[in-house]
């Protein structure tokens, strides 16, 4: 990238969560390519040195009474230490969510982590 090689501040957006990555999820279950932050440095060469800032993305969220968090898996009833990596077990698996209070206020002006609604640290 040029921008790089001149030294330049450079911005790279991503869109896709880490269970699409190509390399961390469950085919085909997936999309085309690497979704971490990890595949980015690799795939455009980057020096992981020169990385200042990264930013997620928070507003998609703002009108939600609760965020559910899945937090693991149940198979059967009972509790699955990891991914289910085998397709037919995930599809009768049961998810097991915690639920964490929304905020429901806009986050789309906020530059810092105390900048965030309280619910949204």
């Known amino acids: 990238m040029q921008s790089v090689q001149e030294r330049k501040n450079t911005i790279v957006e991503a869109a896709n969560a880490l269970m699409l990555d190509v ?11 690497s979704t971490t932050l990890v595949s980015i440095i690799s795939d455009l060469t980057l020096n992981p040195e020169n990385i200042i800032e ?3 993305i928070l507003d998609a969220l703002d009108t939600f009474e609760t965020i559910k968090v899945a937090v693991t898996y149940k ?12 397709l037919d077990m995930l599809a009768r698996a049961e998810v ?18 105390y900048g965030l ?3 949204a640290r």
């Open 117 to 119: 609604p309280k619910q």
């Open 75 to 86: 198979f059967d009833g009972i509790e699955l230490e990891h991914y289910p990596a085998d």
């Open 54 to 56: 990264t930013i997620g």
């Open 96 to 113: 097991v969510y915690h639920e964490l209070p929304g905020w429901q206020k806009p986050t789309t002006g906020a530059n810092t982590f």
């Open 23 to 33: 390399n961390c999820s469950s085919y085909p279950l997936i999309t085309s390519s």
